[in-house]
């Protein structure tokens, strides 16, 4: 018997092998033992008293503590805010490129869209953002509320400009939202947004829609960005920032205060990694009021329009004018309320309603708050005198058109500069311009390409790598080519030294 013990497997292991094995054993059973694993049911009916310590006291929120305000803020809007839920059809550019000896059979796939919104009427009269159903299949568009039902919605009104949409579902006595007055925020006031983030993803098991609710303080005012990229990119003004969380799936929620007062549309959020980094935007309510009204008054969107075409002011012009701020009016309509008032190319607006503009983007804001059929006051000034000029709005053209901004200037990176076509004003500034053909510098960045060479604000730009150049067309068109790091061969005509210089110079554009 011990002999085939012997011989067997087991005891074929080195001698030294089973000595550690031995004392591995018995080091750990030492080690459980000292830490008391397991612990025997015995020691557990030897504590004196329970095991953990339960606070018995309660604790209740007044109501007019700010904890209190915000639950009963928050138990207000929670019935009328929704989850939106949208498809859009589009085609798979990838798999077309393949194909293209079959147009007729475009392969297409459909993309889920999310957002949130606020019921403001009760017969089902929905508020978001209009990039929420940008583009969406009309009838794909699909409301959750909170109490888990699910309705269709219909689009009433859109305004791409100012991001707000209007949609309508089919029923009545809804919960509805009050809106503030977001004229009245101020900074550092507590404020909470409620949405959807991110859909249902957190709500699929136990059924459970309400809303998620975020806290935070109002960081800044009359914010402006840009959001988006290509034909969906758009530019937002007049936000408002706060550092409570928004996510994905948030956009058209509510921003309220601690009153359960809505104060703004959640719209965007500034992020390098698509989550919240508690820099959060959205629309001031009082934007969208004024699209309201004009939906309950019209049936439609209208907006103010005196004709004007507008464009910043260049350095150069501010200094020799003496103005800091104030935007440059570049063309007036023929027959437009303004051409009738005797507004003039080339007068220099500087404020709207007694109010200081120092943008394009402000003017356009003061514009955009006077109703159809009203009266505005522009403040010019001409000639070293200051006027002003009543002006009453109309509307011109298709829903949502706005005053109309014609860019006739370019800005170009590469170079450092901004370019313009020559018209008479530019003619009338720069005095040798007459008869000069291309394109006239009017602004150069200090210590870029063109400023290095010596070129400055006057001079014109006749040709471009041989090109030449004769409007802001053709300028954009040789430029289009040019890479950074590029050598750019520029000829132009130079006011130095009160003479005119024919000048052809290579150029490294920035990289």
């Known amino acids: ?56 006291e ?119 939202v009050k809106l503030g007055d977001s004229d009245a925020i101020r900074v550092g006031q507590w404020v909470l947004t409620l949405g959807y983030p991110y859909g249902f993803d957190l709500s699929q098991l136990k059924k459970e829609y309400k809303p998620t609710v975020t806290a935070g303080i109002v960081s800044a005012l009359d914010r402006a960005m840009p959001a988006g990229t290509g034909e969906e990119a758009r530019f937002y003004s007049g936000l408002i ?40 935007f959205a629309i001031p309510i009082n934007k969208a009021k004024r699209i309201l009204d004009s939906l309950m008054e019209y049936g439609e969107i209208k907006w103010p329009w005196i004709g004007i075409l507008m464009e910043e002011l260049t350095p150069e012009l501010s200094e020799e004018l003496g103005i800091e701020e104030g935007v440059r009016i570049g063309g007036v309509e023929k027959d437009s309320p303004a051409d009738e008032a005797e507004v003039q190319p080339g007068d220099i607006l500087i404020k709207i309603d007694g109010k200081e503009v120092g943008s394009l983007l402000e003017a356009k804001e003061e514009v955009l708050k006077v109703g159809v059929g009203e009266e505005i006051i522009l403040t010019i000034r001409r000639n070293g005198e200051e006027l002003e000029i009543p002006i009453i709005t109309t509307q011109k053209g298709e829903v949502g058109e706005i005053v109309p901004v014609k860019e006739n200037f370019v800005k170009d990176e590469l170079l450092g500069i901004e370019v313009r076509d020559i018209t008479p004003e530019l003619e009338e500034e720069y005095k040798w311009l007459e008869g000069e053909e ?51 061969l520029v000829e132009a005509h130079c006011r130095k030294w009160g003479r005119i210089w024919s000048v052809s110079t290579p150029i490294y554009t920035r990289k």
Do not use: C
């Open 438 to 488: 291309g394109v006239v510098i009017t602004s150069v960045e200090s210590g870029g390409p063109i400023d290095k060479v010596e070129m400055s604000a006057g001079d014109v730009i006749r040709k471009i790598n041989g090109k030449s150049i004769k409007d802001l067309n053709d300028f954009k068109k040789a430029m289009e080519k040019v890479e950074p790091g590029d050598e750019v």
């Open 241 to 280: 920032q706060t550092d409570a969380s928004i996510n994905r799936g948030n956009s058209g929620g509510p921003l309220i205060n601690i009153y359960g007062e809505v104060i703004g549309i959640n719209a965007v959020i500034l992020t390098p990694s698509g989550g919240s980094v508690g820099m959060g």
């Open 1 to 56: 018997m011990f002999k085939r013990l012997t011989n067997s497997k087991i005891f074929r292991f080195p001698f030294f092998i089973w000595i550690s094995l031995s004392g591995l054993l018995v080091v750990v059973g030492i080690g459980l033992i000292s830490l008391g694993y397991p612990a025997p049911a015995t020691e557990l009916e030897k504590l004196e008293g329970p095991l953990y310590q339960e606070s018995v």
């Open 58 to 176: 309660s604790h209740p929120i007044a109501p007019d503590s700010l904890q209190g305000m915000m639950i009963r803020a928050i138990e207000m809007v929670t019935p009328a805010v929704v989850s939106i839920n949208t498809e859009r059809t589009e085609v798979d550019e990838f798999f077309n490129r393949f194909f293209k000896q079959f147009p007729e059979q475009k392969r297409k796939f459909t993309r889920p869209g999310l957002g949130s919104g606020m019921l403001i009427h009760e017969d089902g009269y929905i508020l978001t953002n209009e990039h929420v159903i940008h583009e969406v299949d009309k009838d794909k568009i699909k409301v959750t509320f909170s109490d888990g039902r699910t309705l269709k919605a219909a689009i009433v009104g859109v305004d791409e400009e100012w991001d707000i949409a209007v949609l309508k579902v089919p029923g009545n006595n809804f919960s509805v």
